[in-house]
């Protein structure tokens, strides 16, 4: 994929070129080989589950490690496009779950977040000690926010972990991004969506640690600012929502990044405003920006219906596989 993507003449606007893909458009060509699973014990003695394709091949190769979206895991529709692009390649590829995303609720009283760049550095650097081999990193939504953060607060030091990163469809500007989530048809099915299922975890999680945090006030949040005011921001050590939306966004810091890097939006985004995009000008050497007119929110189809949606996988494998 370029930026001159352009989606099949079927499936116009941002929100079907989203839906569609997620629930209908086939993610490989090929079925894959099964996950295998690692649990690691985190420095605060939590857990984080690893999923990796399975590899038969011996010797070294490069490995590509994709930080998933908000609620996302490594059966997201993404996620198995993209391993079927690292088998393509003749790559290893890992999936790491963010806190509670694995089909296990985790065990500390704090869950993850769009700014969670020590969690992201702790884990390449694990899997920076074990792996032979070159190592490149994308994350998808949130996860690609998170990642960017990391890139950022690793300045020279990222180029030791990884070639190169790439983020696709992620939130940069929280603010902009969570109002966006939060109005009109946005709000009445994404942020429904998101609610079904971190509401459950975060109850989960109050049964665990009794008086964590306000239970009525989560069972009345009806959008995603509310929700991270009650949990997500005092649970990770912000202020509030507006206090963690202004930390955690990475599009104020993109200047710092020291390693090749891709900052991959559709214009048509409706989680992402085009105009809370970063331009020319907020970035530095190092970042690529691709903003095509298309895409919607982690969609990119490709062809005749049902579509596929190795579009956006194949685009940003091959940018990272320059910097090999």
């Not at 972990?161 to 969570?178: E, H, I």
């Not at 109002?179 to 009445?188: E, K, S, T, Y």
């Not at 991959?264 to 190092?286: C, E």
């Not at 903003?291 to 940003?316: K, S």
Request: net charge positive; hydrophobic share 45%; charged share 20%.
């Amino acid at each position: 994929m370029t930026p001159s993507y352009a989606a099949p003449r079927w499936l116009p606007g941002g929100h079907l070129q989203t839906i569609w893909p997620a629930l209908w458009a086939r993610r490989v060509e090929t079925p894959l080989p099964p996950f295998r699973r690692e649990r690691w014990t985190t420095p605060d003695g939590d857990f984080v589950d690893v999923d990796f394709l399975a590899d038969n091949q011996p010797g070294p190769k490069p490995l590509l490690v994709l930080f998933h979206g908000l609620e996302g895991s490594s059966r997201s529709h993404y996620a198995e496009a993209f391993a079927a692009q690292a088998l393509a390649r003749g790559w290893a590829f890992a999936v790491p779950h963010f806190r509670g995303c694995s089909g296990e609720i985790n065990l500390a009283p704090r869950a993850y977040h769009s700014g969670d760049f020590e969690e992201v550095g702790w884990i390449l650097a694990r899997l920076r000690e074990r792996h032979v081999g070159p190592m490149l990193a994308a994350g998808v939504s949130l996860g690609g926010n998170a990642l960017m953060r990391w890139v950022e607060e690793a300045g020279d030091e990222a180029g030791k972990t990884v070639r190169a990163a790439a983020s696709v469809c992620a939130p940069l500007d929280l603010a902009a991004g969570g109002a966006a989530i939060g109005r009109g048809f946005n709000r009445l099915v994404y942020t429904r969506m998101f609610l079904s299922t971190m509401k459950p975890k975060a109850l989960a999680k109050l049964a665990q640690h009794p008086g964590l945090f306000d239970r009525e006030a989560l069972m009345a949040a009806r959008d995603l600012y509310t929700f991270d005011n009650v949990f997500t921001a005092p649970l990770h050590g912000f202020r509030d929502t507006q206090d963690y939306w202004a930390r955690a966004s990475a599009k104020p810091h993109l200047a710092a990044i020291r390693i090749p890097a891709l900052v991959l939006n559709a214009t048509n985004d409706p989680f992402v405003p085009a105009a809370s995009l970063p331009r020319p000008q907020d970035v530095g050497r190092h970042v690529t920006l691709w903003q095509p007119a298309h895409g919607g929110h982690v969609g990119f189809p490709l062809g005749l219906p049902p579509g596929h949606v190795r579009g956006m996988p194949e685009g940003v494998a091959g940018w990272l596989a320059q910097h090999l």
